[in-house]
């Protein structure tokens, strides 16, 4: 499925009478469609509210245009404020582990250092995206709930919800394809955590169910 950004139609030179539109093709005027309807959260830590209360639904699309006028016309990770998140979810699905399509589930978590907020972060943060709304893991992408960005002072976080802790054959595709796309090398292990364990850890680290 293509998720790259769309061009503007071209023209060419005629022999004599100087430029002539080429006639629009269906694809220049058609938006091509996703296969899912996706909502995107953003989450500003403001201490004053409670926590759902600053989670703020910014925009839905469910075509490959509409998301990219959504992600060129938003702030990229790097500038937000810390304690700001992003969350990119199926339509339906809220971006929290209490609900009922990701109580079940985990997710992927890459950490990242304080460096790589401006080498890294915004540029996996829209392959992330692109992984997402393009179905990217074949049919384990049926598995996958959402993302999430966090902008945080000792290092940002990236991951991908996936709604069954116990899927593993369709995790383990998720994390394999998800390093291979990021070109992630193979000496960095990416965790997979369920969000029972991360809720109810009581240290400052949580087990990983699964790596790669």
Known sequence: M????PRAPETEEGPNDGPTPVAASPEQY?????????????????KSKS??????????FDTVEDFW???????????????CDYCLFKDGIKPMWEDDRNKLGGRWLM?????????????????TLLCLIGESFDEASEDVCGA?????????????????????EAIMTIGQQY????????????GYQSHDDTSSKSGSTTKNMYSV
Not at 30 to 46: G, S, V
Request: hydrophobic share 35%; aromatic share 10%; proline share 4%.
């Open 2 to 5: 293509a998720t790259s950004e």
């Open 30 to 46: 058609i938006k091509h469609p996703l296969q899912n309807r996706w909502a995107l959260w953003y989450f500003k830590n403001d």
């Open 51 to 60: 926590w759902t209360e600053n989670l703020r639904l910014i925009s839905k």
């Open 69 to 83: 006028a959504l992600y060129n016309h938003i702030q990229q990770p790097s500038k937000l404020g810390f304690g």
């Open 111 to 127: 950490t990242l250092s304080k460096q790589q907020r401006h080498n890294d972060l915004d540029r996996f943060w829209m392959e």
């Open 148 to 168: 999430v960005v966090n902008v945080r002072p000792k290092g940002d976080k990236i991951s991908i919800w996936t709604g069954n802790c116990q899927n593993r």
């Open 179 to 190: 390093k291979e796309r990021l070109n992630i090398p193979i000496k960095n292990i990416l």
